[in-house]
């Protein structure tokens, strides 16, 4: 039966006698006015009661509040846990993590809040952590860059031949000065080595950028990588320029490049995480005592644990031009230590060793533990 939009006054007194009768009554005149109008049932109750006008969209009732408080408190703690990290990166740690925190007793939540937790979208993380985000560190670092001139036509700048970098192996590493507004004097510099295909990031602080320090810190970073070294990209500095690491590459048989003068670009792993990880965990302050030094390396002793096992990193997959925009396109994140178990270049040995290390590690611990060492690197700025 095709619709006929009622009378204004037909639909009044319609309404008026369906208020006034009584549950028979009221059965009857619906069926008369779905049969004279054809209406749906349903739409034809909700014009009778008043809550819907003719044609004028769908019946919106309020929608039931599916979230609780509990859930908004659960999601604020976790995403406390992992360094506030972006929503994506957050639900991709949450799905890891979950039942551990839980066994652990970090997590002490209802079992239908735990439920929520782990069906729960990206979108709905960031509705819940929208405005709660606490405020991060501000400043600009200094570009204290001088370039060596002497080794440049020795040492090749990057080319995709270079390297295989579908293997760990193969790290970009830079100097990121601890000066403050002051860059006068010896200060601190943390040297930043970063896997490329992993993400895997190693720091070891030195008093100055003095080529004996630095090429200790290397050797530090070295043992401490989860894989062999097989190749080192830096940037033009003096500090990486130079006959004792070209000849140290020379005799370990490692690859050494470097990226073109006055182009960041060249090394981008590297000097995104100066900013996401170095900055990040030790600001734009002044650290130039070798107590404060001391102080940098345990915070990194255990910040390495906490960034390369529990927090996951994007890899940009390809860029896609559409006229004048620019689409970045990521993979799926996953923490470094997830990459180097998935890759068939890491053996067996090596995977079992990690294994092993990330069955004795707690990500609440360690952040506390974190939070303490910072703390003491905190009061050692203060007391001057």
């Not at 190693?202 to 190749?231: C, D, M, S």
């Amino acid at each position: 039966m095709s619709k006929s939009k009622p009378s204004a006054a037909y639909l009044r007194s319609l309404k008026k006698r369906y208020r006034q009768a009584n549950r028979t009554e009221r059965s009857a005149i619906l069926d008369e006015f779905v049969q004279t109008s054809g209406y749906h049932r349903k739409y034809a109750i909700a014009m009778l009661r008043g809550r819907q006008q003719p044609h004028r969209g769908p019946i919106r009732r309020p929608r039931a509040r599916y979230y609780q408080g509990e859930d908004r408190a659960a999601v604020l703690q976790i995403a406390e846990w992992f360094d506030e990290i972006s929503s994506r990166r957050l639900r991709a740690a949450m799905d890891v993590t979950l039942a551990d925190l839980r066994d652990q007793d970090h997590l002490r939540v209802s079992a239908a809040c735990f439920g929520r937790l782990q069906t729960m979208s990206v979108s709905t993380l960031e509705r819940i952590r929208a405005g709660a985000r606490p405020s991060r560190r501000s400043g600009r670092g200094r570009a204290l860059t001088k370039p060596g001139t002497l080794l440049k036509r020795q040492i090749p700048i990057r080319t995709f031949a270079d390297w295989d970098e579908t293997r760990p192996g193969f790290v970009e590493i830079d100097l990121v000065a601890h000066c403050g507004e002051d860059a006068s004097g010896d200060f601190a510099q943390t040297l930043d080595a970063t896997d490329v295909l992993t993400g895997w990031t190693e720091l070891q602080a030195v008093q100055n950028k003095a080529q004996i320090h630095v090429f200790a810190a290397l050797q530090t970073i070295r043992a401490q990588l989860p894989v062999p070294l097989l190749g080192i990209d830096s940037d033009n500095g003096v500090e990486f320029i130079n006959q004792e690491l070209m000849r140290y590459c020379d005799q370990e048989r490692l690859t050494f490049t470097r990226g073109r003068v006055g182009r960041k670009n060249d090394n981008p792993f590297v000097e995104q995480k100066n900013w996401s990880v170095v900055r990040r965990i030790a600001g734009y302050d002044r650290y130039d005592t070798l107590r404060q030094v001391r102080l940098l390396n345990q915070v990194y002793t255990v910040y390495r644990l906490y960034i390369n096992f529990f927090l996951p990193v994007m890899k940009q997959k390809e860029k896609v031009r559409d006229g004048s925009r620019v689409r970045k396109i990521f993979d799926a994140p996953q923490t470094p230590y997830a990459r180097l178990l998935a890759s068939p270049a890491v053996t067996d040995e090596d995977k079992a060793r990690l294994r092993k290390i990330y069955a004795t590690l707690d990500v609440v611990q360690l952040k506390q533990e974190l939070e303490e060492r910072l703390a003491a690197l905190d009061r050692s700025r203060k007391k001057r």
